[in-house]
Antibody, heavy 121, light 107 residues
Framework: QVQLVQSGAEVKKPGASVKVSCKSSGYTFTGHYIHWVRQAPGQGLEWMGWIHPYSGDTKYTQKFQGRVTMTRDTSTGTAYMELSRLRSDDTAVYFC??????????????WGQGTLVTVSS | EIVLTQSPGTLSLSPGERATLSCRASQSVSSYFAWYQQKPGQAPRLLIHAASTRATGVPDRFSGSGSGTDFTLTISRLEPEDFAVYYCQQYGSSSFTFGPGTKVDIK
C-alpha cells in the first residue's frame, strides 16, 4: 500500500534552516508529483510547492521563493523540503503529499503523517 | 493567486442531519477542485477530486458538485466520524490554494 513516512520533529533557532524528508513506498516514486503543505498551529493548510521526482522539476509558491528548496533521491524514493532563514512564524506541521495523477499536478491522494517544526530562540 | 472562500466557518449539526458546505473561487478553476477532511492531530484525507469524483474508499454519503467558481460538498446524513474540518482546494492554476476551512461540529 502507498505510504509516505516523514522525518521526526525539529526545533530550530531563528535564522537556521530545516530539512524534512518524506520516504515513499508502495508505488512508483518517479511517477507522481510530491507536494509540500504546511499548517501553522490552529490554522489552515498552506500549499508550498511541488517536485516531480522523475525530472526534478520544481514549482514553488511565490511566498516561499528564495527560501524553499525541494529535492529528491530516486535511489531511496525520498523527497526533501528544505526551508531556510527560519522565522517564528514558520512554526508549523509540514506535510508531504502524493499527487493523485501521473500527468499534470492535481489532487493530493496520500499524505505523510506530518513533521512539526518549531522555531524558537 | 486564486482565493477560496468557504462558508459557513462553522456548521453545528446533529448526527443524521444533512450538511452543505460551500466554497467560492475568486476566478474560474473549471473542475480542478478537491475537498479534504481533517481530524485533530491527523493529516488531511482526500474526499472529492475533479469537483465531483469521490476518492477511493470514501462513503457515498459524501458528494461534490459545482464548476467554475462555485462548489458544494454535501454530506447526506452525518455520522459521528464526520465531525471534522473540511477544506476546499483548487488546482486550476499553476499555484494551488486552499480555503480557510469549515468546521462541522456536534450541535
Amino acid at each position: 500500500q502507498v505510504q509516505l513516512v516523514q522525518s521526526g520533529a525539529e526545533v530550530k533557532k531563528p535564522g537556521a534552516s530545516v530539512k524534512v524528508s518524506c520516504k515513499s513506498s508502495g508505488y512508483t516514486f518517479t511517477g507522481h508529483y510530491i507536494h509540500w503543505v504546511r499548517q501553522a498551529p490552529g490554522q489552515g493548510l498552506e500549499w508550498m510547492g511541488w517536485i516531480h521526482p522523475y525530472s526534478g522539476d520544481t514549482k514553488y509558491t511565490q511566498k516561499f521563493q528564495g527560501r524553499v528548496t525541494m529535492t529528491r533521491d530516486t535511489s531511496t524514493g525520498t523527497a526533501y523540503m528544505e526551508l531556510s532563514r527560519l522565522r517564528s512564524d514558520d512554526t508549523a506541521v509540514y506535510f508531504c503529499a502524493r499527487d493523485g495523477t501521473t500527468s499534470t499536478p492535481g489532487e493530493f491522494d496520500y499524505w505523510g503523517q506530518g513533521t512539526l517544526v518549531t522555531v524558537s530562540s | 493567486e486564486i482565493v477560496l472562500t468557504q462558508s459557513p466557518g462553522t456548521l453545528s449539526l446533529s448526527p443524521g442531519e444533512r450538511a452543505t458546505l460551500s466554497c467560492r473561487a475568486s476566478q474560474s478553476v473549471s473542475s480542478y477542485f478537491a475537498w479534504y477532511q481533517q481530524k485533530p492531530g491527523q493529516a488531511p484525507r482526500l474526499l472529492i477530486h475533479a469537483a465531483s469524483t469521490r476518492a477511493t474508499g470514501v462513503p457515498d454519503r459524501f458528494s461534490g458538485s459545482g464548476s467554475g467558481t462555485d462548489f458544494t460538498l454535501t454530506i447526506s446524513r452525518l455520522e459521528p466520524e464526520d465531525f471534522a474540518v473540511y477544506y476546499c482546494q483548487q488546482y486550476g492554476s499553476s499555484s494551488f490554494t486552499f480555503g480557510p476551512g469549515t468546521k462541522v461540529d456536534i450541535k
